[in-house]
């Protein structure tokens, strides 16, 4: 790394010097203060002829000289030809690919995390294999997640996890009223746990939320400071945890649930107050601006059974992809046995997929007991049944979702007994996967039906 910075600086002063007598011998002094930094970027497709082989695209967008730099993870510096660039990795593993853009304002990085199995380079960095009787080893090419708890990371909720998930989403405690309890203080002992728990067992971490009215401080509802200082205290705090968690969570809702029920207008939060009706795109922005390879999500609930609010929803989707502000869309999916209807829930992902976003189902569970029938004391075999049958039809729309808007399906816990949905409706349910000993319910098979 320390050629490469050497090497930064001799390409710094050649392009001044270029740059001053690159013009019929009229000498122009480029003042570096004069220029934006180019932001390095690129994307990568599998060959189609060899599973080992990637084609690289340089898609760094800018205005002026710059010049762009490979790192195929030697750390030896390739000069980026015209055209796509070919690398072939053969040993199973993961390889970080870099790009280095260098203009007159100095340089910036991209990167990419590239995962080899047995079979090849694996799609969406999901790579299959694994047994197939287990949920990650039965999808194609895209994760399986749950949500943790920094204290059920251990145990039978540790050997399930690893057995049968590649993803993990923190159930509450990478949320601002956990990282960030007062202003200037900073909690990051919960969210140090879960992050290194996936980036210990090679599980991808997906952030949630940044920003969501229901997690917010009472001090950052309370603010004292002017709308600026508000703000910029709002970069503060996203910057910090992305700084901290960068390279180790792969992806992050930055904002979460921002649509009214019944208005469809954005929930009139303190962030709206605060930062405006374009505070969405400022807290996105934000997030780019610290990390250009981290995956950007918008997540919200009832996209499928609430045509008018998945139709908001992806207005806002439409205003962040204009700012290449965004990289995916999640659904909760916080359903019933019962509904919504299998063609609903196509709807969301017809919408996502026709913007080139990832589909992340986000939050799983199936309710066995809508009608609310505080009798309940067991799961009936016909309720397990019909559960069963809207799992697996979750997991074959998702199985159909072309591979490049794959992302990963999530159920919202783990055994049936920890589901929020418990306190939050205040009767007996079963929405879960595994019953209360961590036993598979026929809904697991159901899942694992569903991705053949
Ligand atoms: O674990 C502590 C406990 O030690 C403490 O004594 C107790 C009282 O303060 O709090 C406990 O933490 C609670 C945690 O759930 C675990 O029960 C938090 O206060 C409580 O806020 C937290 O609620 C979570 C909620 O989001 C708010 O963050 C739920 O677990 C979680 O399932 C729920 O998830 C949301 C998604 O983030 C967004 N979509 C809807 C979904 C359901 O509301």
């Known amino acids: 790394m320390k050629n490469?910075?050497?090497?930064?600086?001799?390409?710094?002063l050649i392009m001044l010097v270029i740059s001053a007598c690159d013009s019929d011998d009229e000498v122009i002094y480029v003042s570096p203060s004069g220029t934006d930094l180019v932001q390095a970027s690129f994307t990568y497709s599998i060959s189609t002829t060899d599973p080992n082989v990637i084609l690289l695209n340089n898609t760094t967008q800018g205005s002026g000289d710059f010049t762009s730099e490979w790192d195929f993870g030697t750390g030896d510096l390739v000069p980026d030809?015209?055209?796509?660039?070919?690398?072939?990795?053969?040993?199973?593993?993961?390889?970080?690919?870099?790009?280095?853009?260098?203009?007159?304002?100095?340089?910036?990085?991209?990167s990419e995390t590239v995962r080899v199995d047995e079979d090849g380079v694996c799609p969406n960095s999901v790579c299959g294999g694994g047994d197939p009787s287990?949920?990650?080893?039965?999808?194609?090419?895209?994760?399986?997640?749950?949500?943790?708890?920094?204290?059920?990371?251990?145990?039978?909720?540790?050997?399930?996890?690893?057995?049968?998930?590649?993803?993990?989403?923190?159930?509450?405690?990478?949320?601002?009223?956990?990282?960030?309890?007062?202003?200037?203080t900073y909690d990051f002992g919960p969210s140090d746990a879960i992050v290194d728990y996936g980036v210990a067992n090679g599980i991808d971490v997906?952030?949630?939320?940044?920003?969501?009215?229901?997690?917010?401080?009472?001090?950052?509802?309370?603010?004292?400071?002017?709308?600026?200082?508000?703000?910029?205290?709002?970069?503060?705090?996203?910057?910090?945890?992305?700084?901290?968690?960068?390279?180790k969570v792969r992806s992050w809702d930055v904002v979460n649930e921002a649509i009214e029920d019944g208005s469809n207008a954005l929930r009139n939060s303190v962030f709206r107050q605060r930062m405006g009706d374009d505070f969405i795109e400022?807290?996105?922005?934000?997030?780019?601006?610290?990390?250009?390879?981290?995956?950007?999500?918008?997540?919200?609930?009832?996209?499928?059974?609430?045509?008018?609010?998945?139709?908001?929803?992806?207005?806002?989707?439409?205003?962040?992809k204009t700012l290449n502000l965004i990289d995916g869309i999640g659904a909760q999916l916080h359903i019933s046995y019962n509904g919504p209807a299998r063609g609903e829930i196509q709807a969301v992902v017809d919408g996502t997929v026709s913007r080139d976003l990832l589909m992340h189902f986000a939050e799983i569970d199936i309710r066995t007991n809508p009608e609310g029938n505080?009798?309940?004391?067991?799961?009936?075999?016909?309720r397990a049944l019909l559960q069963k049958d809207k799992y697996k039809e979750l997991a074959e729309i998702y199985t159909?979702?072309?591979?490049?808007?794959?992302?990963?399906?999530?159920?919202w816990g783990l055994k049936d007994n920890e589901s929020w949905l418990l306190d939050?409706?205040?009767?007996?349910?079963?929405?879960?996967?595994?019953?209360?000993?961590?036993?598979?319910?026929?809904?697991?098979?159901?899942?694992?039906e569903g991705f053949q």
């Not at 990650?136 to 204290?151: E, H, L, M, W, Y």
């Not at 405690?173 to 007062?182: G, I, T």
């Not at 505080?374 to 016909?382: G, H, Q």
């Open 282 to 320: 400022k807290c996105y922005q934000m997030a780019r601006d610290v990390d250009p390879d981290v995956l950007l999500f918008y997540n919200d609930y009832n996209m499928a059974s609430d045509s008018g609010k998945r139709a908001a929803m992806f207005a806002i989707a439409d205003r962040l």
């Open 81 to 110: 030809e015209p055209g796509l660039e070919e690398l072939r990795l053969d040993g199973v593993g993961s390889y970080t690919i870099k790009l280095y853009v260098t203009n007159t304002a100095g340089f910036t990085e991209a």
């Open 424 to 448: 939050f409706w205040g009767v007996p349910d079963f929405p879960l996967l595994f019953d209360d000993n961590f036993n598979p319910k026929p809904a697991y098979e159901g899942v694992i």
């Open 374 to 382: 505080s009798s309940v004391t067991a799961l009936s075999s016909e």
């Open 206 to 247: 997906h952030g949630h939320a940044l920003i969501w009215h229901n997690a917010t401080p009472s001090w950052v509802e309370n603010f004292a400071g002017t709308d600026a200082e508000f703000e910029a205290m709002i970069r503060d705090y996203i910057t910090t945890v992305l700084e901290r968690y960068k390279g």
């Open 134 to 184: 287990t949920l990650k080893g039965s999808a194609k090419n895209f994760s399986v997640g749950t949500i943790v708890r920094d204290n059920r990371l251990t145990g039978m909720h540790d050997e399930v996890i690893r057995r049968d998930f590649n993803n993990i989403t923190s159930e509450y405690q990478m949320k601002m009223n956990v990282m960030y309890p007062s202003q200037g």
């Open 4 to 12: 490469f910075r050497i090497y930064k600086l001799l390409a710094f």
């Open 400 to 411: 159909d979702i072309p591979t490049a808007n794959k992302f990963a399906f999530t159920v």
